[in-house]
């Protein structure tokens, strides 16, 4: 399928009376909005034909449902009172845009080089990135927000699938809570990993909902790592970054592979 035919198929899908089709032809996305506010959401064309050569139908499907769910999550106003238990971090790439599309900065702290950690208030079946006009509104500290959401993150369950490749074990978290990769920020769950390993600690994040933690034994590790971490991020909905990390001493450091077996 072309950009112009998915272009079409997803105008068909989401057509409603009171929104906009925007396309931008330079940057080949389809921006959805809602024609009273002016909000809403943009999505890249290239990337969702890319899903479809591989899943079809599901595909689009699945990009009509989150562009739907986002579209009625804008339709409220964002409040946290009563909704502390709803507040959480999201971990998105430094690509990832720092302000809404009215222009208002989102609330967001730097992860690493390739990470940020932005906040959400989870709404069911969908979230809202929280934005710092929000926070000003509610009269509510960035600190809090940070507390509140890390607090609400270490509720949650983390049971991981185990696999060995070649020596290595490798344990993946797949909720589907909108939080696998979020986890990445759970010290506690960090820590208790670091002491049950055997080797070298490696975790990766390729896209919002997988979290990877690895027992790296020997140099191949290395190599299914990154092999297992670029098929994630390029098969994701929401990628975050292809790269992995070795956690030592509460500190996450990039490994980036040279070549086969080899590591630096």
């Known amino acids: 399928m072309d950009s112009k035919k998915m272009r079409k198929e997803l105008e068909q899908r989401l057509k409603h009376p009171d929104r906009n089709f925007i396309f931008d032809r330079e940057k080949d996305q389809l921006r959805i909005e809602n024609k009273q506010t002016g909000s809403g959401i943009t999505v890249s064309l290239p990337g969702i034909i890319a899903k479809w050569n591989e899943q079809k139908e599901k595909a689009i499907d699945?990009?009509?449902?989150?562009v739907e769910e986002g579209l009625n999550a804008m339709k409220g106003e964002a409040t946290f009172s009563g909704q502390e238990r709803n507040i959480f971090p999201v971990i998105r790439s430094t690509s990832f845009p720092d302000e809404a599309e009215e222009g208002v900065p989102f609330f967001f702290d730097n992860h690493t080089a390739e990470t940020r950690i932005y906040y959400a208030l989870d709404?069911?079946?969908?979230?809202?990135?929280?934005?710092?006009?929000?926070i000003a509104k509610e009269g509510w500290e960035e600190s809090q927000i940070r507390e509140t959401a890390l607090f609400n993150l270490r509720s949650l369950s983390a049971d991981f699938k185990k696999d060995e490749v070649a020596g290595n074990l490798f344990y993946f978290l797949n909720s589907n809570d909108g939080y696998d990769a979020s986890r990445i920020?759970?010290?506690r769950l960090l820590n208790t990993m670091a002491d049950q390993v055997e080797g070298s600690l490696a975790i990766a994040v390729p896209h919002q909902d997988v979290l990877i933690i690895a027992d790296i034994r020997n140099n191949t590790g290395y190599d299914i790592l990154a092999q297992m971490t670029m098929s994630f991020f390029t098969s994701g909905r929401?990628?975050?970054?292809?790269?992995?990390?070795?956690?030592?001493?509460?500190?996450?450091?990039?490994?980036f592979i040279l070549g086969k077996n080899k590591k630096q």
């Open 62 to 66: 699945e990009t009509v449902y989150y």
């Open 123 to 134: 709404m069911g079946k969908t979230y809202r990135l929280i934005d710092k006009k929000v």
């Open 185 to 187: 920020l759970n010290e």
């Open 238 to 255: 929401v990628p975050i970054t292809a790269l992995s990390f070795l956690y030592e001493d509460g500190e996450l450091e990039p490994i």
